[in-house]
Structures are given as C-alpha cells and as structure tokens.
C-alpha cells in the first residue's frame, strides 16, 4: 500500500510558478516510478512527468522546457516545479506511484490538488 498526499496548488496568472509535492507513506526507492497526470474538465487523464528508479524522466511534450519533476529521498517526497504557465495547464493534478512484482503492476493516486492558471 501506498499513501500519497498532494499539496501546493492554486490560482496564479499566467507566466507565473507553483510547485507541486507529493508525500508518499513508504520509501520512494520500493516504488518503481513516480509521477504527475492532470485532468482538466471534459478531458482524460494524461501524463505530464514521470520519474522511475533508475533515475530516468519524462515528460508530456506540452510541458518540456517549462516543468520539472524531482525527487527528495530523505523525505518521501515528489516535486513538480512548474513555471511558465499558461492557462491551458489548468486542470487537477495527480499524484502516481506505480509499484510492480513479477506478476502484477498496482497504481496508486493522491486525492488531487487544483491549479488554475488565469489569462
């Protein structure tokens, strides 16, 4: 099992920064890949940056150059900075951990955190 708590989302206009954490209940180094998906209205779940135990990332073409996603081991903790931001990066953004075992893969998610980005 894996806990997962978001924080640091909100309102800020555009061109501006917000930082994202995610706090898991375990040690990151038994969780194979961490990430972020967001979700804006009437839209699916995508992808905006994942990172895995090998220390390997990767991010939605959309936010290349402007998000980065980090890691603090020490304290279980997940990052996503995000500068620039635009108003189409509006959505609710989530925290994954993906856990896998030879037979089965288990993906659990935070509760989410809104950012909405005004023009």
């Known amino acids: 099992q894996v806990q997962l708590v978001e924080s640091g989302g909100g309102l800020v206009q555009a061109g501006g920064s917000l930082r994202l954490s995610c706090a898991a209940s375990?040690?990151?180094?038994?969780?194979?890949?961490m990430g972020w998906y967001r979700q804006a209205p009437g839209k699916q779940r995508e992808l905006v940056a994942t990172f895995t135990s090998g220390s390997r990332t990767n991010y939605a073409d959309s936010v290349k150059g402007r998000f980065t996603i980090s890691t603090d081991n020490a304290k279980n903790t997940v990052y996503l900075q995000m500068n620039s931001l635009k108003p189409e990066d509006t959505a609710v953004y989530y925290c994954n951990a993906r856990v896998t075992t030879t037979f089965s893969a288990r993906d659990y998610w935070g509760q989410g955190t809104q950012v909405t980005v005004s023009s």
């Open positions: 375990r040690s990151i180094f038994s969780i194979n890949a």
